[in-house]
């Protein structure tokens, strides 16, 4: 009886982490792409663009990423930011994220008010970026979690977080 009990035990926490993991990327597969919106968004309004920062967890055993959208770009150029950017949203997304700019760092996206975009490894901890980077290739975001895969793509004219698979 015992040794069913343990069988049964075993089965039931294995098809839940199997069945977790679709559902992390499919949660994380809708999140994204509507915080993205609302950059674009706050993007147009704010008068001097958006950033969102995407942070791994540091922790192997935290599993996910944070996404933080801050109204302006950390410019020292004396735009309407001037480095001082305020955070709108936090929210912590489940997977593993890795991106084709930074692998599994952090990385920064900056949003026009026109809507487009350059990126590069960058967190509020830097301060102002003397010079806003070019965007030249298309950002290529991953998220994974067990099999499940969800890829999306980022190009430099425009700000809409396009999924690929």
């Given at each position: 009886?015992?040794?069913?009990?343990?069988?049964?035990?075993?089965?039931?926490?294995?098809?839940?982490a199997l069945s977790s993991a679709p559902a992390s990327v499919a949660s994380a597969t809708l999140a994204l792409p509507?915080?993205?919106?609302?950059?674009?968004?706050l993007a147009t309004t704010s008068?001097?663009?958006?950033?969102?920062?995407?942070?791994?967890s540091a922790a192997p055993a935290a599993r996910g990423f944070d996404v933080a959208l801050y109204r302006y770009r950390p410019r020292s150029n004396g735009a309407p930011g001037a480095g001082?950017?305020?955070?709108?949203?936090?929210?912590?997304?489940?997977?593993?994220?890795?991106?084709?700019?930074?692998?599994?760092?952090?990385?920064?996206?900056?949003?026009?008010?026109?809507?487009?975009?350059?990126?590069?490894?960058?967190?509020?901890?830097?301060?102002p970026v003397p010079q806003e980077p070019a965007c030249t290739v298309p950002l290529s975001l991953t998220i994974a979690a067990g099999s499940a895969l969800a890829r999306f793509q980022l190009t430099c004219d425009d700000a809409r977080l396009t999924r690929t698979s």
């Open positions: 009886m015992l040794i069913v009990l343990a069988l049964m035990l075993a089965l039931l926490a294995g098809s839940y509507r915080l993205f919106d609302e950059a674009r968004l008068g001097d663009g958006a950033t969102i920062v995407l942070t791994p001082g950017i305020a955070l709108e949203k936090s929210e912590h997304l489940a997977g593993a994220l890795s991106t084709s700019a930074t692998g599994g760092a952090p990385v920064a996206i900056f949003l026009s008010t026109s809507g487009t975009v350059s990126y590069s490894a960058w967190t509020p901890a830097s301060g």
